[in-house]
């Protein structure tokens, strides 16, 4: 009795969110899965692995570009401003603006409570003096923020072009809701990609090492060990697209030959060649950055790029 129940039971780590994705995703016309579901804890390792990578120019771009203009974003800051920062900040990035900017406080929003407290803890060791007070919440709606915040001005923080993951509508509501979560005289430090030659954004997405490819085919490991399912990972493979009038990188996990798979006991059937779609990487020019900021309610105020314009940190104004 006891053992039927327990083999009744989803495996461990099983989210019934992920579950639901999964199934509604493989059953579109084209299959997709949200992009947010390839972090597991080893995609998230193998994300830190692909930001060192030669070929992936983002991240050790938008740091130097840290490095040498968060002293030009406190200058137009001024002291004491809360910074809340979208995302828990364990990266090299959060150490350099604060450094610079003399906050009053330091906000992390984060959805997963103990990446969360994990990084907060780091940084409050590394900046005795500054208060630092994580918020564990879904920052794609409003976000009370700890009220002893007081009435400190807000410099919001979004680096990493997280913000390429949505479409342009997703984003402006997005923009709009941080917006809403800083209040007024908010500023904010965003970090986009630009658009650039298409050969060097492919190689960024289909590194030579395969981390990428290691990276977007866990995802199917991750269905089979938590979801209950049998695919085959052998029988696909990593495919990069750059998709020219949307202005983005696709990732996409390509069936090498026709096949048939069940996922906790539904079945699903794919042809060779046919794709799951995994993620969006949108890509901005001057232009369309700005309009994006503007159709978010913020204006720009400064935009930095490195000396090839590969990556841009913007700073707006709600
Ligand atoms: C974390 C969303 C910014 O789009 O460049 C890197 C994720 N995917 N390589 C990006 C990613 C494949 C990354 N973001």
Request: proline fraction near 6%; aromatic fraction near 8%.
């Amino acid at each position: 009795m006891l053992l039927e129940t327990d083999r009744s039971l989803p495996p461990s780590g099983f989210d019934p969110a992920f579950r639901a994705d999964v199934l509604a995703g493989l059953s579109a016309a084209q299959k997709a899965v949200p992009a947010r579901w390839l972090y597991d804890r080893r995609g998230s390792e193998l994300f830190e692995e692909i930001t060192r990578l030669p070929e992936y120019y983002p991240t050790r771009t938008e740091t130097a570009l840290l490095g040498e203009h968060a002293g030009a974003v406190a200058g137009i800051a001024g002291q004491g401003r809360a910074v809340v920062e979208f995302g828990s900040g364990s990266s090299a990035k959060t150490p350099l603006l604060l450094a610079a900017m003399d906050p009053a406080c330091y906000v992390p929003i984060d959805i997963s409570g103990e990446y969360l407290l994990h990084s907060a803890r780091a940084l409050a060791s590394r900046f005795p003096a500054l208060p630092v007070w994580p918020v564990e919440a879904d920052f794609t709606r409003p976000v009370a923020l700890p009220a002893r915040i007081g009435e400190a001005p807000r410099l919001g923080f979004f680096p990493g072009s997280t913000i390429g993951n949505l479409s342009a509508r997703s984003a402006v509501d997005l923009l709009r809701t941080i917006a809403a979560t800083l209040g007024h005289g908010a500023l904010l430090l965003i970090g986009m990609d630009r658009v650039k030659d298409r050969e060097e954004l492919l190689r960024a997405y289909d590194d030579a090492q395969g981390v990428t490819a290691a990276f977007n085919l866990n995802l199917l490991t991750r269905i089979n060990r938590e979801l209950g399912a049998d695919i085959d990972v052998a029988a696909f493979r990593h495919r990069v697209v750059w998709n020219d009038p949307e202005a983005r990188i696709e990732m996409h996990l390509e069936a090498r030959r026709d096949m048939r798979f069940t996922i906790g006991g539904r079945s699903f059937a794919m042809r060779a060649g046919e794709t799951i779609h995994t993620e969006n990487s949108h890509k901005y020019s001057a232009r369309s950055a700005r309009l994006l900021l503007a159709t978010g309610g913020w204006s720009m105020l400064r935009e930095w790029t490195d000396p090839a314009g590969r990556f841009a940190l913007l700073l707006a104004e709600a």
